[in-house]
């Protein structure tokens, strides 16, 4: 038995251990909330960290609930993960807080796919002598211009759309590894997003390369299709 626990506390752990009784955690939360919450934000000092450190430590407790020791005192189990997780968000900050990242993001995910596409709409209007691409002379020649352009725009609408794509599934992989106690990476995950974004690129660089590497400039080549 939990001998160091008050009985209150005992009983209602395992009501939650053995029938996931939701009103048994609801009630410890009430109980602890005031310390978890108190200890948190003199560690961050700021309400809103403090409210997401104390929702991870109480789902780091339901998630180890079956793992406390017998003589375990939820106090201090509470106010040790409570410092734990503070200071790994406080570190976390010190590299790049949440309005930091936030602006990150957006410019990231939502800026640069707009800046591709419009790069790939604006290209058409440049003069011809500024853009470099191989066997230009022959691309950009008045009879192949526009299917030249056009397929640059869809070209880097493709680069765009991953982009924005990639950078959901790299939002999703940190968010993941703030929800651990301590926060955590997961390695798998991060060599399958970082793996996914270079063999994208690796493609579309290719195709690019592959559309325009001839050269055509002889009378009786064809331009590809």
């Not at 609801?26 to 997401?52: C, I």
Request: aromatic share 12%.
């Amino acid at each position: 038995m939990l001998m160091n626990m008050t009985a209150s506390d005992l009983e209602l752990l395992q009501q939650y251990a053995r029938r996931d009784s939701e009103e048994a955690f609801a009630a410890l939360v009430s109980r602890h909330l005031d310390l978890v919450y108190s200890v948190a934000l003199r560690q961050v000092r700021s309400p809103q960290l403090a409210e997401e450190v104390a929702q991870s430590v109480f789902a780091d407790l339901a998630r180890n609930i079956h793992k406390l020791k017998p003589d375990t005192i939820l106090t201090a189990w509470l106010y040790q993960v409570t410092r734990r997780t503070a200071i790994s968000v406080v570190r976390r900050d010190i590299w790049m807080n949440r309005s930091t990242y936030l602006v990150f993001s957006v410019a990231l995910g939502i800026g640069l796919p707009l800046l591709l596409i419009g790069l790939g709409y604006v290209v058409r209007f440049l003069p011809v002598n500024s853009i470099n691409i191989p066997n230009r002379n022959y691309w950009l020649a008045p009879e192949r211009r526009v299917v030249t352009f056009d397929f640059l725009f869809r070209h880097l609408l493709w680069l765009a759309c991953f982009e924005a794509i990639f950078m959901i599934g790299v939002h999703l992989l940190i968010a993941d590894a703030n929800r651990q106690v301590p926060p955590h990476l997961s390695l798998p995950l991060f060599w399958g997003v970082f793996g996914s974004g270079l063999t994208f690129v690796a493609i579309w660089l290719g195709v690019l390369l592959r559309r325009f590497r001839r050269d055509m400039s002889g009378r009786n080549c064809v331009p590809l299709k």
